[in-house]
């Protein structure tokens, strides 16, 4: 039979951040431009749409 291993945590309370270091962190917010993401998404919805119109329309006239 094998041994178990055991694992050890960390404490995290010992690893507490400065109140200084908090506050620089939400200054430095990440505020990303998503423009060209959403434009291209909807470019994309709308060809899949416009193709699976097509394909509804195919199978009744064939």
Known sequence: MS????KHYLNTSQFKPS???VTAQKSDEF???YTDV??????IGTL???FFVIL???SFVL
Not at 38 to 43: H, M, N, T, V
């Open 3 to 6: 041994n178990k291993s055991k």
């Open 19 to 21: 109140s200084s270091t």
């Open 31 to 33: 505020n990303p431009d």
């Open 38 to 43: 959403i434009k291209d998404l909807k470019r």
């Open 48 to 50: 899949a749409i416009t």
């Open 56 to 58: 509804v329309a195919l």
